[in-house]
């Protein structure tokens, strides 16, 4: 029959692994957010003038241009010349989104297909990505280095190989 305390030492004993693994992860290195702001513009239409609104956007790489309408009294889509989107068939009813993604930057012009004619055309500017890195040098001169975050993981590695060479009491018998 097993024991209370039988059961408890079981259960305890993954528990200094699982700290030890959770600090040396934590001291060992640094995540860096290197996560794009990523912003929607909307375009809808203007029904009246047969105008895309608005007309003309500025983007950065990574943004996403939506194009939306519903209830309208004709039915419109959003093509580009280049053929990088389609919102596929006009309609008096559209919510299409497209995403820029890094490489895309550039003008991209855009035409409503039943209406190019009365001059129903739009414009994407798309600027690219800029990814600033911080490259000058800290008081010290390092470049944002953290040595004491390696001599740090390097004192926990070395405290969980005391921890786990010692063997509980229970196990010497």
């Known amino acids: 029959m097993c024991k209370y305390s039988d059961f408890l030492d079981l259960m305890m004993k993954p528990l200094p692994i699982t700290v030890i693994l959770l600090l040396v992860a934590l001291t060992t290195g640094t995540i860096e957010d290197e996560s794009i702001s ?13 105008r895309f609104s608005p007309s003309s956007v500025t983007i950065t790489e990574g943004d996403t241009v939506r194009f ?43 035409l409503c297909e ?9 414009t994407i500017v798309v600027e690219p990505l800029t990814v600033v890195e911080d490259t000058s040098p800290d008081e010290d001169g390092g470049r944002g280095s953290l040595p004491a975050a390696g001599l740090l993981g390097t004192a926990t590695m070395v405290f969980a190989a005391v921890i786990l060479g010692r063997s509980s009491p229970s196990s010497r018998m």
């Open 38 to 50: 990523q912003e929607e513009v909307v375009v809808t239409v203007d029904s009246t003038n047969l």
């Open 68 to 110: 939306f309408w519903s209830g309208e009294l004709l039915a419109h889509n959003a093509v580009a010349y280049d053929g990088l989107f389609d919102s596929g068939d006009a309609s008096r009813n559209v919510d299409y989104s497209f995403k820029f993604d890094v490489g895309t930057n550039g003008t991209h012009e855009y």
């Open 114 to 122: 039943p209406h190019e004619e009365f001059g129903m055309t739009g």
